[in-house]
């Protein structure tokens, strides 16, 4: 969680509040702000407030909804980390559920963000693995002009960051893709790529899951709620829109690519026993030959012709070496050794 910009009263919820900014209606800074004045600050019919938290309990929900007059339903929506992707409307307001993620360790870590877009405020809400959003505050705070359309265009800068931080993560598993794709098709496959490759189908699947409906809800901010996203946003939406969908399309172009590696690597795996097995069978074929012959000669019996002629036994070992010499040129060009 990032440091809050200023240094507030020590409260049980002062932990969980990240930032609390009161903001002109020209789009300038104004002040930070404790929850406890928000109500103060939105008298001023020329500010709006933007509020970040990072998984507040029950009494810090409470007390927001009691500064912003929130819906029931939307408070008890936030209060829960397991919501799916979606916008909901109560009233004049915006309840708006996306999915977050972050590469740990080499795997996707995956949390929940909760935003308010009221008409004079928005609340960002943090559950999980999520980044800090003062970095887009901060962007958002550099183009006055912009932010002077309200609240809205924060949400833009939010959602433009969530997105942004999903290409980082398709990047690395495009490039752990291509390194795994070298790997099968050398002599270095083993039991980790095969793994890796499991893992790297399941991390996309879940990504995939978390991304794809965000299409849905960017492209209803795109389209609807005139009342809260005035028309001069919407292009700036639209390319969150085509952001997601790129994304989304990287993934599933990646989860194609990954099951074909996985039938590539089966066929690989059975092509490899069936050389084994022609190898094996190939030399069975070479020692069947001089067994059958030479146990003729492990008989114990007195009367064999070959027995009354020295000459015998170099020739049957000479048999012996033109049949097995002949096997071996047959299978040898037949390329079953």
């Known amino acids: ?16 509040v990240v930032n609390c ?37 029950s009494p810090l929900l409470l007390k927001l909804q009691e500064e912003f007059d929130l819906h029931d339903l939307a408070v008890e929506d936030a209060r829960c980390a397991h919501q799916r992707t979606k916008v909901e409307t109560y009233g004049d307001s915006l309840f708006i559920v996306v999915q977050t993620a972050q590469l740990l360790g080499g795997h996707i870590a ?25 970095p887009a505050r901060l962007t958002c705070e550099k183009t006055p002009d912009l932010l002077a359309l309200g609240p809205s265009y924060g949400l833009y800068g939010v959602l433009d960051f969530i997105v942004d931080n999903l290409l980082p993560i398709v990047r690395e598993f495009r490039e752990e893709l291509q390194t795994l794709e070298t790997d099968i098709f050398s002599n270095t496959l083993n039991r980790d790529t095969v793994r890796r490759l499991y893992d790297m189908q399941r991390d996309l699947m879940s990504l ?15 389209r ?5 996203i005035p028309d001069e946003l919407r292009a700036y939406f ?9 994304v989304n399309e990287s993934i599933s172009a990646m989860r194609e690519m990954l099951a074909a590696a996985i039938n590539v690597n089966l066929a690989l ?25 030479t146990s003729w000669y492990g008989m114990n019996f007195t009367h064999m012709p070959e027995l009354s002629r020295p000459w015998a036994y170099p020739a049957i070992i000479a048999l012996v070496a033109c049949v097995v010499g002949t096997i071996y040129l047959w299978l040898k060009r037949a390329k079953w050794l």
Do not use: C
């Open 1 to 16: 969680m990032s440091t809050p910009d200023t240094t507030p009263t020590a409260t049980p919820s002062s932990a969980m």
């Open 21 to 57: 900014v009161a903001y002109r209606k020209n789009g300038t800074r104004l002040r930070d702000i404790s929850i406890e004045d928000i109500s103060e600050v939105l008298k001023q019919p020329d500010t709006f407030v933007w509020v970040g938290l990072h998984e507040p309990d």
């Open 110 to 134: 995956f949390g929940e963000t909760h935003i308010f877009l009221g008409q004079r405020y928005l609340i960002t809400i943090r559950h999980g693995a999520s980044l800090s959003y003062k």
């Open 208 to 222: 995939r899951l978390a991304v794809a409906p965000m299409q849905d809800v960017i492209n209803q901010l795109v």
């Open 224 to 228: 609807l709620h005139p009342e809260l």
């Open 238 to 246: 639209r390319d969150v829109y085509d952001h997601v969908f790129r």
């Open 269 to 293: 795996v059975t092509f490899g026993q069936n050389e084994v097995m022609k190898k094996l069978a190939g030399w069975a074929a070479m020692l069947a030959a001089p067994t059958l012959i």
